[in-house]
């Protein structure tokens, strides 16, 4: 926790209601977005026992395993999901935009893309399981499942696996992405349940953020938020409901098991609406639309896969694969990072207290420096800058600034609280600066050791290269007979 955020807590604390973290909301948010809360039987890893999805607040779809342990209900849950899932992914697959690349072919991508928000960690977590259970399934031969069952799985699996990537916004946690903008007078665990966190932020009328948490406690009235129910819950109501149907099979004993977990699925469905709605009321950062252009980059590459009959997503990724996926996700993560301070003045503040940022005035400025001598002359202006934050920076660090961005600069000196910069990039062609490029006295700048730029790909071998030391080329997908009795739990 920066300490920006614990001072957050505490003003939380003392004042009784949430404190924000942020200005703007710092990931997209759909105009249709699918909400799905799934619930899973107690003890069962990945046994789904109901789910409530959709994207009309109105009209929610309720699905149920009446007996989770049953492979055919299993499985019967899993194809009504998939009616409910592949639709909303398809229509998002019809129109296209071209992308003109400078020095490569240009390619077509997908103008929206799907939007799956789930309750928390835990349900996030669910859906990967669930597809990691339903990729590998076959339509045809022993164990048969409806042919909607693995494409289900491949698309679960790839929404898991963006989710991991920083700064995209295909799978959202709701309490991760509230928590991320607002700041509760509780605990990061307590954070983690949907109802006392937005009883924090967004209370009552006549009632505070703290009145409204203890009240959320009670899970009588807020039952928890899936995938996990509550014990009493299961022994007294669900337990007996579960019984009664295996028992009897009749549709009496399912529609009893089927009231059981609307009423323990449907407040948090309302949750969820009252969670997008508060982030919704926040303006988009400036960053959201180029990282969801990846996103729709991402989902259209996947999509286009799956038409040209690609395999499932394996098990394991290679040591190739492994590798090319860090390095995307470090990439990833220091553009988000970048982005998020340059977007935000509240999120820049964190690293101004650590000293990887600060804001000051410029105090004098050398706009027509140059370094070098005949042909390779390279205009350098320089750039004093006094400042009163801590600065925590070694001559030579590369900065970037919010106010000029894709400019970057070097850090020079610092001599008390006077810092001097040298600007690099970013200032016109020539060795005459552009007008406005080169930051003038009296002018309030901010510079921080952030810098958002592009990164080439890591330099790696293809992976049938790949050498011995490191498994050797990884093998062929050729589905196996066992692979259909691979456990749900």
Avoid at 5 to 26: C, E, K, N, P
Wanted: aromatic share 6%.
């Amino acid at each position: 926790m920066s300490t920006l955020a614990a001072l957050a807590r505490l003003r939380a604390l003392r004042s009784g209601s949430a404190q924000r973290l942020a200005t703007v909301r710092h990931c997209h948010l759909s105009d249709r977005p699918m909400v799905l809360i799934p619930l899973r039987l107690a003890g069962e890893a990945a046994a789904p026992l109901a789910a409530m999805v959709g994207t009309d607040p109105d009209h929610p779809r309720l699905l149920v395993v009446p007996q989770p342990r049953d492979r055919d209900l299993r499985f019967a849950f899993a194809a009504e999901l998939a009616e409910v899932m592949l639709p909303y992914i398809e229509s998002l697959q019809k129109a296209t935009e071209t992308v003109e690349r400078r020095g490569a072919e240009p390619y077509e991508r997908c103008l929206d893309a799907p939007q799956l928000i789930v309750p928390n960690p835990g349900a996030a977590a669910f859906v990967r399981l669930l597809g990691r259970s339903t990729r590998f399934r076959r339509a045809e031969g022993p164990f048969a499942v409806h042919p909607s069952v693995p494409l289900l799985g491949r698309w679960l699996t790839f929404f898991g696996q963006r989710a991991g990537y920083p700064g995209s916004s295909l799978l959202l946690s709701a309490t991760e992405t509230l928590s991320a903008h607002w700041a509760t007078g509780q605990s990061a665990l307590e954070d983690a349940n949907l109802a006392s966190l937005a009883g924090w932020i967004d209370p009552p009328p006549g009632s505070t953020g703290a009145a409204a948490a203890k009240e959320a406690e009670d899970p009588l009235i807020w039952p928890p938020a899936g995938p996990a129910t509550d014990p009493g819950f299961d022994a007294e109501v669900l337990a007996p409901a579960i019984r009664a149907y295996e028992e009897t099979r009749s549709d009496q004993a399912a529609e009893r098991v089927r009231a059981a977990v609307r009423s323990q699925l449907e407040p948090t469905w309302r949750l969820m609406w009252r969670a997008i709605g508060l982030l919704a009321a926040l303006p988009a950062g400036q960053g959201c639309a180029g990282r969801w252009e990846a996103d729709r980059a991402s989902f259209t590459s996947f999509a286009a896969q799956i038409a040209e009959g690609a395999p499932p997503q394996p098990k394991r990724d290679g040591a190739v694969g492994a590798a090319a996926r860090l390095a995307r996700m470090e990439r990833a993560r220091a553009s988000y990072d970048a982005q998020r301070a340059y977007d935000d003045p509240l999120v820049m503040a964190g690293y101004r207290l650590t000293g990887e940022a600060f804001t000051g005035t410029v105090v004098s400025a050398e706009p027509d420096r140059t370094e070098g001598e005949g042909r390779g002359r390279k205009l350098r202006p320089l750039v004093t800058v006094r400042t009163t934050d801590p600065v925590r920076l070694a001559a030579g660090t590369r900065l970037g600034t919010p106010e000029r961005r894709g400019q970057q600069a070097e850090l020079v000196a610092i001599e008390g609280e006077h810092v001097t910069l040298k600007i690099v990039k970013g200032m016109g062609r020539g060795t005459t600066a552009t007008p406005g490029a080169v930051p003038e006295a009296g002018e309030r700048v901010c510079y921080a050791a952030l810098l958002d730029e592009f990164q080439p790909p890591a330099a790696l071998p293809a992976p049938e290269e790949t050498p011995w030391t490191h498994g050797g080329p990884p093998p062929e997908h050729e589905p196996s007979e066992d692979e259909p009795e691979e456990e749900w739990s």
